[in-house]
């Protein structure tokens, strides 16, 4: 899913990207409160951060998740 952020110009998904690691950083452990799997969560979330560095590489939203960090 990440790799697919790639094909299009860094400026037009920054924001995409954003909403997508916010939604997974929700998401995921709601999900998994809900199948009762406690310890997966950390697992997951760690993975897709791992992932999403690698793919990203530098044209990750690292300023608007700050901005958003910040306002929280």
Do not use: D, R
């Not at 990440?2 to 690691?21: I, M, Q, R």
């Amino acid at each position: 899913m990440c790799k697919a952020f790639n094909y299009c110009s860094p400026k037009k998904t920054k924001y995409v990207k954003l909403l997508v690691c916010l939604f997974m950083a929700f998401a995921v452990p709601i999900t998994c409160e809900l199948i009762e799997f406690y310890e997966s969560k950390f697992i997951c979330i760690i993975f897709f951060g791992y992932m999403c560095y690698q793919q990203w590489g530098e044209n990750k939203p690292e300023h608007e998740l700050a901005i958003f960090w910040s306002f929280c």
